[in-house]
C-alpha cells in the first residue's frame, strides 16, 4: 500500500477482501484525524478586557472547538510571534506589565493549527476606557468600563458619545449596550473624579476608544430563478446575503413576503418555491433576513414579479352573426398561446346551457350544418393544454335561431300594413 497525500492504492486478491477493507478504514480514520486536529484555536480573554492597566491580572485561554472526546493536548503560546513560557491551555499573566506583556497573543496545540493573533493593551495611565478584545458586530452585547488605577477611589463616572453625555454614575463604572447596531459606531468617552485613598486631592481624568460596530451580514437580495414566470411553472424566489466570515457559523433565518402580506414564516432555507405560479402569485415579493436570536433583521428591496398566462383569455364567436333556422352555424373559440410556449398544444370543447356538444379536441370551432331552433342558448367554450395542466373556460354568448317561417309571415302582415296606409293617404289626399 502506498500512501502519498490522502491518495492511496491498494493491491487486493478474492483472499485479502477483509484486510483491504481494514487497511481503507484505517486510512480514512488517519485523514478525518487529521482535519479534526487542524481545527483553528481561539484565544480568549477573562476578564473579557482587550486592554487593562499595568499590574492588573489577566488570563488567557487557548479554546479549541473539537468533536472527539476530550484527551490531554499540549500547548504553546506565542507573543508578537514569538515562543513563550507555558503550555497548559491558560496563560496566567499577573500584575502586568506595558514592556513585558503587551502585544499580539496566537496559541496552538501540538500537531494543530495556531490561532489568530489577539492584541492586549497594557497601557500606563490613571483611566482607561476598557473594551472587548474581539470584533464587535451589530447585534452583540456591549460593555464598556471606565477602569482606574490601583491605589485610588472614584467619586463620579460620565461616559460619553461624540461629546454627548449617555450616562453618569457614582457607582457603576459600566456602560451596557445589549444589542448594537452600526449606527452606534462611534467615538466614546469616559470620565473620573479620583483621589489617592491617602490624599483627598481630587483630579479629573478620561479616556477614548473608538468603537467600530462590523456588519454581520449584508442586506439581502430578493431574485426570482426565471426571467419570465408563466402559470404553472415552478417559480422560485431566493434571499440571497452574504456572513462575514469571521462569523461564517451565525444561523440565520428568512421569512418571503407578497404585498407585505407573509408567504411563508421564518426558516432556515433562504428559498421560497412555488410548484405551479397561478396569476395571482403576482406581486410586489420581499425577504427578510433575521439572526436565530432575532437580535439583527434586514429587509430586502422589493421585486414585482409578474405570472404571465400560458394563453390569452378566451373570446367565443359565432358565425354568421344571424343565425337563420335551417342554415349553417360556426362557433369559434380563440386564444393567444404565450409566445414562450409557442411549440404547445391546445385542446377546445364547447358548451351549450352548461352541456357539451362537443368533447375535447384539437378544433376550435364547432359546427352545425342545419340549425334548428332547440340550437339556440349560451354557449361557451374551454381550452385546456394536452397534459391538462391548464385550463380555462369563455364568458358565455346567447346564441339565437330564428324562425324563417315565421319571420315570412311577420314581414307579410307589416307589409300589408304599411301598403294599406299608403292607399289611404293616397285616397284621402285626391278627395280633399
Request: aromatic residues 12%; glycine residues 6%; neutral net charge.
Amino acid at each position: 500500500m502506498q500512501h502519498d497525500n490522502f491518495l492511496f492504492y491498494i493491491k487486493c486478491d478474492h483472499l485479502s477482501v477483509f484486510c483491504c477493507t481494514l487497511c481503507s478504514l484505517c486510512v480514512l480514520c488517519d485523514l478525518f484525524s487529521s482535519i479534526g486536529g487542524a481545527i483553528k484555536p481561539v484565544v480568549t480573554f477573562t476578564p473579557n478586557w482587550g486592554n487593562i492597566l499595568y499590574y492588573d491580572n489577566v488570563t488567557l485561554i487557548c479554546d479549541v472547538p473539537s468533536t472527539v472526546p476530550e484527551e490531554p493536548r499540549t500547548y504553546q503560546w506565542f507573543r508578537n510571534k514569538t515562543p513563550i513560557e507555558g503550555n497548559q491551555q491558560n496563560l496566567y499573566i499577573i500584575k502586568s506589565s506595558v514592556k513585558e506583556n503587551r502585544g499580539y497573543y496566537q496559541c496552538q496545540t501540538i500537531s494543530g493549527d495556531i490561532s489568530d493573533p489577539v492584541f492586549l493593551n497594557v497601557e500606563y495611565s490613571y483611566v482607561i476606557l476598557q473594551r472587548p478584545p474581539s470584533s464587535i458586530y451589530e447585534g452583540d452585547p456591549l460593555t464598556l468600563r471606565c477602569h482606574h488605577v490601583k491605589d485610588f477611589n472614584s467619586i463620579n463616572r460620565k461616559f460619553y458619545k461624540e461629546d454627548q453625555e449617555i450616562q453618569s454614575s457614582e457607582s457603576d463604572s459600566t456602560f451596557h449596550i445589549p444589542n448594537i447596531r452600526r449606527s452606534q459606531s462611534g467615538l466614546y468617552k469616559c470620565t473620573q473624579r479620583i483621589h489617592r485613598y491617602d490624599d483627598s486631592t481630587v483630579q479629573e481624568r478620561s479616556s477614548v476608544s473608538f468603537i467600530s460596530v462590523k456588519e454581520l451580514f449584508s442586506p439581502p437580495e430578493i431574485k426570482v430563478t426565471l426571467s419570465r414566470v408563466i402559470e404553472g411553472d415552478e417559480m422560485t424566489v431566493t434571499c440571497d446575503t452574504r456572513l462575514d466570515p469571521l462569523r461564517g457559523g451565525t444561523e440565520l433565518h428568512f421569512a418571503f413576503y407578497r404585498d407585505g402580506r407573509t408567504v411563508r414564516e421564518f426558516g432556515i432555507s433562504n428559498t421560497y418555491r412555488v410548484r405551479s405560479s397561478q396569476l395571482e402569485d403576482s406581486g410586489n415579493y420581499t425577504c427578510e433576513v433575521r439572526t436565530a436570536s432575532d437580535t439583527v433583521r434586514k429587509m430586502s428591496d422589493g421585486i414585482y414579479i409578474h405570472i404571465h398566462e400560458t394563453f390569452s383569455p378566451l373570446e367565443i364567436k359565432v358565425t354568421p352573426s344571424r343565425v337563420i333556422e335551417g342554415g349553417d352555424m360556426m362557433v369559434r373559440c380563440d386564444t393567444k398561446l404565450d409566445r414562450f410556449r409557442g411549440g404547445a398544444e391546445f385542446h377546445f370543447a364547447f358548451y351549450r346551457d352548461g352541456r357539451t356538444v362537443q368533447e375535447f379536441s384539437v378544433s376550435n370551432s364547432y359546427s352545425v350544418r342545419s340549425a334548428q331552433l332547440e340550437d339556440s342558448g349560451k354557449y361557451t367554450c374551454e381550452v385546456r393544454m394536452i397534459n391538462d395542466t391548464r385550463r380555462k373556460i369563455s364568458h358565455g354568448l346567447y346564441i339565437q335561431i330564428y324562425d324563417y317561417t315565421a319571420q315570412n309571415i311577420i314581414r307579410l302582415v307589416i307589409s300589408g300594413f304599411i301598403l294599406s296606409a299608403a292607399v289611404c293617404v293616397t285616397y284621402f289626399h285626391n278627395k280633399w
